[in-house]
Structure formats: structure tokens, C-alpha cells
């Protein structure tokens, strides 16, 4: 069964009880990296691309580690380096896509990324798929469940004005929050569909086995 949007945020709220500070800890560092490289002229873009990728992994086995309960630190974020290629073929992929529908249309755009939005997760629970496989895998997933994560997003906008009135201070704890819920939004899909008697029995076979290190 599908958990309610406002379950997911509460089980974020839960997975980061007394991990606050390592969360907030460790967007701030990822953040530091991003600004130091995309202020270099020139270079600083080209960088900026060719390590989103790696990074966006990291921080996705980063958060899946908080939200599963297992040992995470802040080094984890440094851990899509070792799948440098995989990551970095996803995340421009991803991109090419969502621009190419975006192209079309505001909507359609908007729709690719939704679909897209799974990916990262799946290459970080399987180490043997190709970006292609896990891009494929995520819109298998999102099938039927897009306007869920619409508006699970659409439920951070509050959180977000607020976080403007405190000068951006409030971003430190919205940025985790934000994550972790959508972390638990996948794990839920993960669960939905390796359900024995889910009505989703014929659709795509997922995986969840919690990251070692």
C-alpha cells in the first residue's frame, strides 16, 4: 500500500531525529563544492557538469543511508566517484531529455522529470545497471504515481517562503527535509511494487537492499 504524502514527511521528520546536524552538515559542504567550482570562469560550467553527476549520487546513497537506518557520514557524498561514468551518462541523459520535452512544452518538460526522477535512486541500489536501464526503470515506476510526487513537492512551497523570511537560514533544515521525504517517497515505491498481492504484481521488478560500506 501506498503511504500518504504527510506519512512520508513524518517519516523523514523520524529518519533525521538525531541527524540533523550530519544532514545539515553535509548539504552545506556539498553546497561549498558547488559554488567553489561554478565561480571559476569557464571551467567552473564545464566542471560543474561533469561532477553533478557523481555528486548527485553520493548524496542520494547518503540519504538513502539516513533513511534506512544505516551508518551514514558525510563522506558518503564522495562515493559516486566511484561510478564516475554511470553517473555522469545520467545525469546528462537526464537533462537532454527533460530540455528536449521542455522544448516542446512547459508541462511535458515538467512530466519527463517527474519520470526521470527515480533514476539516481535505482543506480544507487543497483551497481550493475547502465543509465539507460535505470532511466527506463524510473518511468516504469513513476507510472501512475507523477501527481503524487507533484504534489509532495507542491507541499515544501510553505516551508520554502517561510525559509525566505528567515534570510535563508531555514534552508538548512528544508534542504534535508525536503530530500529525505523523497527519499522515503522512493522506498515506499519499492515497497508498492514488490508487494506479493500489490496490484502492481505485473509491473517492474525493484530492488532495496540497504548500501554497505
Same mark, same amino acid.
Given at each position: +500500500?501506498?503511504?500518504? @504524502? !504527510?506519512?512520508?514527511?513524518?517519516?523523514?521528520?523520524?529518519?533525521?531525529?538525531?541527524?540533523?546536524?550530519?544532514?545539515?552538515?553535509?548539504?552545506?559542504?556539498?553546497?561549498?563544492?558547488?559554488?567553489?567550482?561554478?565561480?571559476? $570562469?569557464?571551467?567552473?560550467?564545464?566542471?560543474?557538469?561533469?561532477?553533478?553527476?557523481?555528486?548527485?549520487?553520493?548524496?542520494?546513497?547518503?540519504?538513502? @543511508?539516513?533513511?534506512? @537506518?544505516?551508518? !551514514?557520514?558525510?563522506?558518503?557524498?564522495?562515493?559516486?566517484?566511484?561510478?564516475?561514468?554511470?553517473?555522469?551518462? *545520467?545525469?546528462?541523459?537526464? *537533462?537532454?531529455?527533460?530540455?528536449?520535452? +521542455?522544448?516542446?512544452?512547459?508541462?511535458?518538460?515538467?512530466? !519527463?522529470?517527474? *519520470?526521470?526522477?527515480?533514476?539516481?535512486?535505482?543506480?544507487?541500489?543497483?551497481?550493475?545497471?547502465?543509465?539507460? *536501464?535505470?532511466?527506463?526503470?524510473?518511468?516504469?515506476?513513476?507510472?501512475?504515481?507523477?501527481?503524487?510526487?507533484?504534489?509532495?513537492?507542491? /507541499?515544501?512551497?510553505?516551508? !520554502?517562503?517561510?525559509?525566505?523570511?528567515?534570510?535563508?537560514?531555514?534552508?538548512?533544515?528544508?534542504? $534535508?527535509?525536503?530530500?529525505?521525504?523523497?527519499?522515503?517517497?522512493?522506498?515506499?515505491?519499492? /515497497?508498492?511494487? @514488490?508487494?506479493?498481492?500489490?496490484?502492481?504484481?505485473?509491473?517492474?521488478?525493484?530492488?532495496?537492499?540497504?548500501?554497505?560500506?
Amino acid at each position: +500500500m501506498i503511504s500518504e @504524502n !504527510a506519512e512520508l514527511m513524518r517519516q523523514a521528520r523520524e529518519s533525521l531525529k538525531g541527524k540533523w546536524g550530519l544532514a545539515i552538515g553535509t548539504f552545506v559542504l556539498l553546497f561549498i563544492i558547488e559554488i567553489i567550482i561554478g565561480v571559476i $570562469p569557464i571551467l567552473g560550467t564545464i566542471a560543474t557538469l561533469i561532477i553533478g553527476g557523481p555528486l548527485e549520487l553520493g548524496m542520494i546513497i547518503f540519504c538513502l @543511508n539516513i533513511a534506512r @537506518n544505516n551508518r !551514514a557520514d558525510v563522506a558518503q557524498i564522495f562515493e559516486g566517484f566511484k561510478r564516475f561514468g554511470p553517473a555522469l551518462v *545520467a545525469y546528462i541523459l537526464v *537533462a537532454v531529455f527533460t530540455l528536449l520535452w +521542455m522544448l516542446l512544452l512547459i508541462i511535458p518538460g515538467i512530466i !519527463a522529470a517527474l *519520470a526521470y526522477s527515480q533514476t539516481f535512486f535505482i543506480l544507487a541500489d543497483n551497481e550493475d545497471i547502465n543509465p539507460r *536501464a535505470a532511466m527506463k526503470q524510473s518511468r516504469m515506476m513513476m507510472d501512475g504515481f507523477k501527481w503524487k510526487f507533484f504534489c509532495l513537492e507542491c /507541499r515544501f512551497i510553505g516551508w !520554502a517562503i517561510l525559509c525566505i523570511l528567515t534570510l535563508g537560514i531555514g534552508f538548512l533544515w528544508f534542504m $534535508p527535509y525536503v530530500t529525505i521525504s523523497m527519499t522515503h517517497f522512493y522506498e515506499d515505491l519499492v /515497497r508498492f511494487y @514488490n508487494e506479493p498481492q500489490s496490484a502492481q504484481a505485473s509491473g517492474p521488478s525493484v530492488t532495496s537492499n540497504p548500501i554497505q560500506y
